[in-house]
C-alpha cells in the first residue's frame, strides 16, 4: 500500500477537519489545571466537539478506546486514558485531538504544564517540539521519510534523550492511519519519498530516559519502562507543490502555517 494523494476536494475538507482539531486544543487550555481530571477535561472536549462543532471525536469506540481524546501524563507515552485522578502542580500532560468532520481527520497534539512546570519536563517538551518543527520544515515533494526520522532521531539524542520506536506517525484522511507509516528515527536517504498531496503526521514521542516502553493491562495506555518522563506534539501536513501546510495549527505556534521551499 502506497500514500494516498488528496485530491483538491479532499484537501478541503482536510484543511477543516484540522482546524477543528486545532480549535479543541485552544478551547482547553483554560481548562488545564490543577485539581482538574482528565476526565473532566475529555468530557468538555466530546461536548465541545460533538455539540459546538458538530464532529465525531475519532477515539471513542476506536478498537474499542473507551474515551474521546487520550491524555498522556509524565510517563505516560501515548494513549493513556482518561480517568478519575487530579492533575497536580508539576505534572506535564499530552492532550491528543482527533476528529471528524464530513468524513475526514485532524490529528494533533500538544503538552502542557500544570502550575510550576517542572525543569526536566519542561526541557524534555521544548526539545519534543522543536524535533516536530525540524521535520516539519523538511516535508516537501522529493523528501525521504527516512531523512526526516533521522533528523528527529539525531536532534533528541544530542540532549541524551531517547525516541520511541514501537509508535509511529501515519497517513491521514477518510482513514485514522493510512500509509505510509512515519518514523521518528531511521536512516537519511532511505524511505518513501514524498508527493504533493499526501497527508501525515509527525509526532515525535521522546523520553527522558530509556526508549523502551510497556503497555498496560488496560492494553492502551502505554509507558515508558524506566518511569522516566516522555513528551510529544504532533501535527497533520498537507505536502504541497513546493513545501509543507500545517493543517492543525494553532495560535500558540512558533512555525508558519506554509513553509515554500
Known amino acids: 500500500m502506497s500514500a494516498v494523494i488528496k485530491t483538491p476536494a479532499e484537501i478541503e475538507k482536510m484543511r477543516i477537519a484540522g482546524r477543528l482539531a486545532a480549535d479543541v486544543l485552544e478551547m482547553i487550555v483554560p481548562h488545564v489545571k490543577e485539581g482538574v481530571t482528565t476526565q473532566e477535561l475529555d468530557t468538555i472536549c466530546h461536548n465541545y466537539i460533538v455539540d459546538v462543532q458538530e464532529a465525531i471525536p475519532a477515539p471513542?469506540?476506536?478498537?474499542?478506546?473507551?474515551?474521546?481524546?487520550?491524555?498522556?501524563?509524565?510517563?505516560?507515552i501515548c494513549h493513556g486514558i482518561p480517568n478519575d485522578k487530579p492533575l497536580k502542580d508539576g505534572d506535564i500532560i499530552n492532550i491528543d485531538i482527533t476528529v471528524i468532520k464530513d468524513g475526514y481527520h485532524g490529528d494533533t497534539s500538544k503538552m502542557?504544564?500544570?502550575?510550576?512546570?517542572?525543569?526536566?519536563?519542561k526541557r524534555l517538551s521544548?526539545?519534543?517540539?522543536?524535533?516536530?518543527y525540524l521535520a516539519i520544515k523538511m516535508v516537501?515533494?522529493?523528501?525521504?521519510?527516512?531523512?526526516?526520522?533521522?533528523?528527529?532521531?539525531?536532534?533528541?539524542?544530542?540532549?541524551?534523550?531517547?525516541?520511541?520506536?514501537?509508535?509511529?506517525?501515519?497517513?491521514?484522511?477518510?482513514?485514522?492511519h493510512e500509509e505510509p507509516q512515519v518514523m521518528h528515527?531511521?536512516?537519511?536517504?532511505?524511505?518513501?519519498?514524498?508527493?504533493?498531496?499526501?497527508?501525515?503526521?509527525?509526532?515525535?514521542?521522546?523520553?527522558?530516559?530509556?526508549?523502551?516502553?510497556?503497555?498496560?493491562?488496560?492494553?492502551?495506555?502505554?509507558?515508558?519502562?524506566?518511569?522516566?518522563?516522555?513528551?510529544?506534539?504532533?501535527?497533520?501536513?498537507?505536502?504541497?507543490?513546493?513545501?509543507?501546510?500545517?493543517?492543525?495549527?494553532r495560535n500558540d505556534d512558533e512555525i508558519d502555517r506554509v513553509i515554500e521551499h
Open 60 to 76: 471513542l469506540n476506536y478498537h474499542g478506546f473507551p474515551k474521546s481524546i487520550c491524555t498522556s501524563v509524565n510517563h505516560v
Open 112 to 121: 502542557f504544564y500544570i502550575g510550576t512546570p517542572n525543569i526536566q519536563g
Open 126 to 132: 521544548e526539545v519534543a517540539q522543536e524535533s516536530l
Open 140 to 176: 516537501k515533494p522529493g523528501a525521504r521519510l527516512g531523512d526526516i526520522g533521522a533528523a528527529i532521531q539525531k536532534y533528541a539524542e544530542s540532549f541524551k534523550y531517547s525516541i520511541v520506536r514501537e509508535y509511529c506517525g501515519h497517513g491521514i484522511g477518510a482513514g485514522f
Open 185 to 249: 528515527y531511521g536512516k537519511s536517504g532511505t524511505g518513501e519519498v514524498l508527493k504533493a498531496g499526501m497527508c501525515f503526521t509527525i509526532e515525535p514521542m521522546v523520553n527522558a530516559g530509556k526508549r523502551q516502553c510497556k503497555v498496560l493491562k488496560d492494553n492502551w495506555t502505554v509507558v515508558t519502562k524506566d518511569r522516566s518522563l516522555s513528551a510529544q506534539w504532533e501535527h497533520t501536513l498537507l505536502v504541497t507543490d513546493n513545501g509543507v501546510e500545517i493543517l492543525t495549527l
